[in-house]
């Protein structure tokens, strides 16, 4: 008489079906509250970013204009949402001043991101172009001014002043 052969079970190791679909629910779940989290700080990043980007811009140029010993222009177009940096140049026949765009790097024409706006500027004109300015002068002065910025994404709006002869740049949110 034979015996039959038992074969003895080898444990297997792994996932049953069951516990890889709760592990992956359990992932899309996290990465469903991460995503609106994420997207919120990097807006956040985005607008500090072209916020300083613009205030580098204008401390930049009122600086060139101490080191110069020229006059500069801080421009705004609030329509194209553009800013960029003019230098005084000459004065014409009618003893107006005439100022050039500036062509080094600091002073190109330069865009601000959709979702933040410059808004209500309240400073001078230039009265051929229309475009409102900041004049920086080489005693390291400016004109009183004061720009809106808006951000269309969280409808928060940043104020850029700057003081006049002491030169002063400042940033409030109201």
């Keep these: ?18 516990e890889l679909v709760v592990v992956v629910a359990i992932m899309v779940l996290m990465v469903g509250v991460m995503v609106p989290v994420y997207r919120t700080s990097m807006n956040a990043v985005k607008v500090r970013g072209a916020t300083r980007d613009f205030l580098a811009a204008l401390a930049f140029v009122q600086e060139k204009s101490v080191t110069s ?4 222009r801080f421009c705004m177009d609030p329509k194209e949402n553009t800013y960029w940096a003019e230098r005084l140049e000459k004065y014409d026949a009618d003893h107006e ?10 002073g190109v024409k330069r865009t601000m ?3 933040l706006r410059i808004k209500d500027v309240r400073t001078k004109t230039d009265y051929k172009s229309k475009f409102p300015y900041i004049a920086c002068y080489p005693n390291g002065g400016c ?30 949110q109201p």
């Design 1 to 18: 008489m034979t015996s039959p052969v038992h074969k003895a079970r080898i444990p297997v190791s792994g996932f049953t079906f069951l």
């Design 69 to 72: 010993l020229y006059e500069y």
């Design 97 to 106: 001043k005439v100022f050039e765009p500036v062509t080094d790097s600091f």
């Design 113 to 115: 991101p959709d979702f």
């Design 143 to 172: 004109d009183i001014a004061e720009v809106h910025l808006d951000n269309t994404r969280d409808n928060e709006r940043m104020v850029v002043s700057t003081k006049g002869f002491l030169g002063k740049i400042e940033v409030k």
